[in-house]
């Protein structure tokens, strides 16, 4: 957690405590926001070398509390050489008409509290955001706070990720129609650079948990399992579905050929096994035993029983992978007795 320490004078408190009030959310910060205003005699030189406490110090002017006359051998040193040379980041916020030093920077208008969020997560003096009305309302639900909204389309999602995506620590992007739940896990995970090759819930648990803690933004086209709505300090934007290409990926091409098995059976087979490589070389463990179960069922339907060994095998290594040994032994009796029937000799 990052530490803040804003230096205000007392008329100015109201002022200060909207101002950290709306970067506390979704900016994971402790402010020192008592020690913070100025005390009889002081003067925001002193204020700002005592908040060298912390990470960033962040310095409010005003009519009030800037001097009417600052000479820069009384400021200068407080206020750019020392936090240079301690490596401690600070900042300006001009609250009204003053006329605070104009070598001071990063230097933020009050009506820049977006922007000054953005330099207080990541240090970033991003664009200023000169909106259109949509995009900012939505920004005040899901951006400046964690939220849930839903998009008009997916194309108005994709342009709120672009303008807003310094506002988060990642942008994740999920196309959920037509797919599992294991199939967005082992996405999600992998955009995460998460590895995880339990069992589905126990993936969704480590998920919910991991991201949580963090400033994430979630860009769903099409409606979401509730299983991914993890709450904490994300935001989510939900989006119309739009045509989804998979043609070009691998793994999405099996799961989509699995999901419904009708057509050519070589095909299907072939679908399986080029699924079952690709997740057992992403660790995507969870989504093989879905491929698997799906091959098994449709290869019983065709009495198969080359594929229904095949596939019995792979989920008898995944579940002993699980620890889940009875029913990997279950399995392993009913592939063993399908088997040998199959493999019978007559003497």
Known sequence: MTTLFPCYAPPDRAFARKIVDFLERGADLRIFFEEGELRPGENLAAKAREGRMAEIVLVL????????????????DALVKEPQAE?????????????PPPVLTPRFEARQLRELKRWVRNGALGRELPLDPDLDVT????????????AVSAEFARRFADVFAGDFGAVLRLECHGRSLAALAGDLAAQLEMHLEGPLEENLDRLRQFCAERRLLFLFEGDPPEELIFGGRCSTLTAPAEPAETANDELRAAQYVLSNPTGDWAEICRQARNGRRLTRNAGRIAECYELMCQWHAAARQRDDRAALDESARELIWILESWGRDAEARELENLRAAQYDEQMSLEF
Request: hydrophobic share 45%.
């Open 139 to 150: 920004g005040m639900a899901i951006a400046d706070r964690p939220g849930n909204e839903i």
């Open 61 to 76: 002017f005003s009519r009030v509390s800037l001097p009417s006359r600052w000479p820069r051998a009384q400021w200068e």
């Open 87 to 99: 490596d401690v980041r600070i900042a300006f916020v001009r609250l009204d008409d003053c006329v």
